[in-house]
Nanobody, 119 residues
């Protein structure tokens, strides 16, 4: 019953923009910190961006800082990743993640959405 469904991926040219969305259901979204991870073929999974429960603090990988913006709307149970100035090295499957440590540990993942940056 817990679901994280990503959308918004696709093919875009270098320098272009995409906005990814992750719609959550089946749990109390506002109690979980949310993150975006990505994984390209032959490479390890990488944390791209993270946001606290209220949206008061964010964290970014050095490779995307200044180009990507993570945000959340707790009323809509949705987390977003705005991606600007895209580069070919951003090509990957992007996964949404929900985590909490208290009162118990939970860790949920979406199936992912493909982002391809190519001319």
């Amino acid at each position: 019953q817990v679901q994280l469904v990503e959308s918004g991926g696709g093919l875009v040219q270098p320098g272009g923009s995409l906005r990814l969305s992750c719609a959550a259901s089946g749990f109390t979204f506002s109690s979980y910190r949310m993150s975006w991870y990505r994984q390209a073929p032959g490479k390890e999974r990488e944390l791209v961006a993270a946001i606290t429960t209220t949206g008061g603090s964010t964290n970014y990988a050095d490779s995307v800082r200044g180009r990507f913006t993570i945000s959340r709307d707790n009323a809509k149970n949705t987390v977003y990743l705005q991606m600007n100035s895209l580069k070919p090295e951003d090509t990957a499957v992007y996964h949404c993640n929900a985590r909490r440590d208290w009162p118990k540990g939970d860790d949920y993942w979406g199936q992912g959405t493909q982002v391809t940056v190519s001319s």
